[in-house]
C-alpha cells in the first residue's frame, strides 16, 4: 500500500491557450505563457493511495464521490499506467483519489487545471514514473500542465502528432521577479458560464481570425513577453498581458453564437484600469480575463496601496461582507489623494459589485506533503472530510 | 433667391464600416452593405437657401445655431461649390442651412448618415450638381453615403485615390423584399459613448486582426450577402448580419485599449435571439449593433407578433413608460405558449432595460419636399423652430 499527497497551484495566463488542434490530446494551436500562483492562497491538493484491499477505483472531489469513469480522468489513468515502472502484481492494484481545492468552487476561479496537475504529479510519485509530468496532466486539462511547474512558465505547443513535446517549461522561477503581485476581483454573478472547453471549439470551428492569432500574433507575442519577463519589464508585460486577453475575448465574440464571458463590471474595471494607468502616466496594472467575469490584476508590490485603494473607492464592498472581503496576503491601503481620483475617468459604483479579492503572489509550483496529518484519505483509504454522507 | 428642402433616411449596416484608409477623404478600407429605413419613422430634414441678402452661412441643427465651421461640414460645402453649375453671382451668395430629425437625439441612433446624406442631397439641388451624390455625403461622414439612396444599399470602397469610386449604389430597391422588418431597441444607458470615427481609428491603429477581416474576410461576406438579398434568403441574411455584427465588437475589443459599445442588455438580448432562433430551429430573427448599446433586430413581417410578445416578456417595459414605449409601425403581438416560454434559455429581466422600441420597415430613400409649408426656414431664412433663442 502506498500513499501520495501532493499541492498544486492554480496558473493565469497572461498570453492565453484557446484552440486545440488535437480534441483528444489536447494539443493547442499556439503556445501559451502563464504564472503559477502561491499554493498559499490558491492550490489544489491530492491524495492517491494505491492498495490490494481496494474492490474498484474511487475519487473524490471536495467531498464528493464523483464518477471514475469521466473521460478525461481516464485519459490521465491510461497515460499514468502506460508510464508506469511498477511491478505486475502493484499495477493491478486499484487506485483511491481524494481532491479538494482551498478556495471556494463556483467562483468561477478555473480549479481543473490545478486538480489535474495535482492528480497528475500525485499518481506519477505513486507510479514511480520520472521525466516530463506536464504531459499527463495536459491530456486532463490542457492548461493544467502549466500548473505542474512554478514561476513563469510556457507551454510549448510542440509539433509531433502524439504530443509528446506539447510540454509546460519554466521560463523563470517565483524569486526571479519577487515584486510581482496578483490580486483577483471575484466577480458577482448569476450568469449560466460556457465551459472553456466548449467555448474554445465553438471558436476553433468558427471563427476565422482565430487561425490568424495562433498562426501570426501568438508566437511574436510569446516572445516579446518573454523577453519582459527575463527583463523584468512590467509595462511591456502589462501591456502585452492587456492586449492578450481583450484579444481572447474578441475572438470569443467572434465565435457563432458568440461567446460572452465578461459583464458590465468586468468591463467597467477595464475602463478604470486604463484611466488610471493613463493618469499615472505609466503602466503600472494590467487585467487578465479567463472564461468568467473574474478579473486578474497583475502588478507590482508597491503598487499594491495605491490600487486597492482606489478599487475601494470605485468598486465598494458590501457593508455586510467586510470581514471576507480582502483575502490572501494582507494590504495597507493608502489615502488617494483628490487630484488622483478627480484625474480618474470613473463611476462609483453600488457596493458589492466586487464580491471579493485575494491577494497573492508568484508561487514556487507543486509540492508533495510528506506528513501523514497532511492526507485527505484515511489508513483505509476513505476521505477525512465528507460533504455528503459515504454512500 | 432659393430653398430646397429635402428628407433623408437613417441606414443600418449589415456588413459593417469600421475603418478608414484615408481619414481626409473617408474613404473604407472594406465594402459595407446596409439598408436604408423609412423616413417615416427616421429621418433627417433639412432646408438649405441661398440669398444676396445673407451676411454668412450659418447653420441651425435640432433648433440650436451651430458652429459653421465644423471640418466636416466644410468638406461637404467645398465638394458642394466644386461641383456647383451656378453663374458666379449666384456663387457668391450665402447659405443658410437648417437640420432636424424626427427622433430623440442622444438616443444613440446614429443620425449623422441620414443628416449629412440630407445636407449632400439638398445642396446638390440647390446648386443643380448632377450625377453621384454619395461622394459629398460621404466627406462629411462616412456612412451617410449609404443614406443617399433607398432600400438595400453596397457601398464601393473603390480604389481611386481621390475617392471618386468610393460610392454607394442601389443593390435592390424596398419593394424588392417587402416583408422586411425593422426592429429597433433602444436601450437604457448611462455610459459616455466613445465617437465611431474615434473607434475606428483607434482599431486601425492597434488590432492587426481589422487588417485580416477587411483583406479577407469581408469581401466574401459582401458578395454571399448581396446573394442572399437578391434571393430573399432571410436565413443567410440573417446569419451573416450577427456576425459581422459580432466581427465588428470583436476587433473594438481587440483594440487598445480596448472599445467597448455594448453591455449587459445588449448581450442579453443577443443570447435571447440565438435562442429563440435555436428553439424554433430557424433563424427568424438578427440583431446588429453599432457604435453603442441599441440592438437594431432584423426579421420577417410574419414573425414580428411573436418576437415582440417574446421581447415584452423577457424585457418588460417599465410600467410608466407604456404609452410611448411602442413606436412607429402599430404592433400585433401573439399569446405565446408556455411551451415556447420552456424552451427558451433566457432570463426575465427587471422592467425598463428597454427604453422604447421603433417598428419600421425598409424604406425608399430621400425625398425633396417640394411644398413651401415643409421649410424649415422662413421667408427670412430663419428657422421656424428654435430650442434656445435667437441670439
Known amino acids: 500500500m502506498g ?13 492565453k491557450y484557446w484552440g486545440k488542434r488535437d480534441e483528444n490530446l489536447l494539443l493547442p494551436i499556439n503556445d501559451s505563457i502563464s504564472v503559477s500562483l502561491d499554493t498559499e492562497q490558491l492550490c489544489a491538493k491530492t491524495t492517491v493511495m494505491m492498495s490490494q484491499h481496494f474492490k474498484e477505483d474511487c475519487i473524490w472531489l471536495n467531498g464528493n464521490k464523483e464518477n471514475i469513469n469521466n473521460p478525461r480522468l481516464q485519459k490521465c489513468l491510461t497515460e499514468i499506467r502506460k508510464r508506469a515502472k511498477l511491478t505486475n502484481e502493484l499495477m493491478d492494484w486499484k487506485l483511491h483519489i481524494c481532491s479538494e481545492n482551498n478556495f471556494p468552487t463556483g467562483s468561477g476561479l478555473a480549479s481543473s487545471a490545478a486538480g489535474y496537475a495535482c492528480l497528475a504529479l500525485a499518481l506519477a510519485k505513486l507510479y514511480k514514473i520520472e521525466g516530463d509530468i506536464s504531459t499527463i496532466a495536459r491530456v486532463g486539462s490542457g492548461s493544467a500542465c502549466r500548473s505542474t511547474i512554478g514561476g513563469f512558465v510556457r507551454w510549448h505547443m510542440g509539433s509531433c502528432e502524439n504530443g509528446n513535446d506539447s510540454i509546460a517549461k519554466q521560463i523563470a522561477p517565483a524569486s526571479y521577479w519577487p515584486e ?23 471558436t476553433v470551428d468558427t471563427s476565422e481570425l482565430l487561425h490568424y492569432r495562433a498562426k501570426y500574433i501568438v508566437p511574436e507575442r510569446t ?5 519582459a519577463i527575463m527583463n523584468k519589464d512590467f509595462s511591456t508585460f502589462a501591456e502585452l498581458t492587456m492586449k492578450d486577453s481583450n484579444q481572447l475575448h474578441a475572438l470569443c465574440l467572434d465565435s457563432y453564437p458568440p461567446i460572452i464571458y465578461m459583464n458590465d463590471i468586468s468591463f467597467a474595471i477595464i475602463n478604470l484600469i486604463h484611466s488610471y494607468n493613463t493618469v499615472v502616466n505609466d503602466i503600472k496594472v494590467a487585467y487578465t480575463y479567463d472564461a468568467g467575469p473574474n478579473a486578474i490584476l497583475y502588478l507590482l508590490e508597491k503598487d499594491m496601496p495605491q490600487l486597492v485603494a482606489i478599487l475601494d473607492h470605485y468598486f465598494p464592498p458590501d457593508n455586510n461582507n467586510l470581514d471576507s472581503y480582502k483575502r490572501g496576503i494582507p494590504i495597507e491601503t493608502e489615502q488617494l489623494s483628490q487630484d488622483l481620483l478627480e484625474k480618474i475617468d470613473s463611476k462609483v459604483q453600488e457596493p458589492g459589485k466586487i464580491k471579493y479579492m485575494i491577494h497573492t503572489t508568484v508561487g514556487d509550483g507543486p509540492k508533495y506533503l510528506e506528513s501523514p496529518k497532511d492526507h485527505l484519505l484515511n489508513d483505509q483509504g476513505l476521505p477525512i472530510r465528507l460533504t455528503s454522507p459515504l454512500v
Not at 3 to 15: E, F, G, H, K, S
Not at 180 to 202: C, E, H, T
Request: glycine fraction near 2%.
Open 180 to 202: 510581482m503581485r496578483i490580486l483577483i476581483l471575484v466577480i458577482n454573478d448569476q450568469k449560466k458560464k460556457l465551459s472553456s472547453a466548449v467555448g474554445m471549439k465553438r
Open 223 to 227: 516572445e516579446k513577453i518573454q523577453t
Open 3 to 15: 500513499t501520495v499527497t501532493c499541492i498544486a497551484p492554480v496558473n493565469i495566463a497572461v498570453i
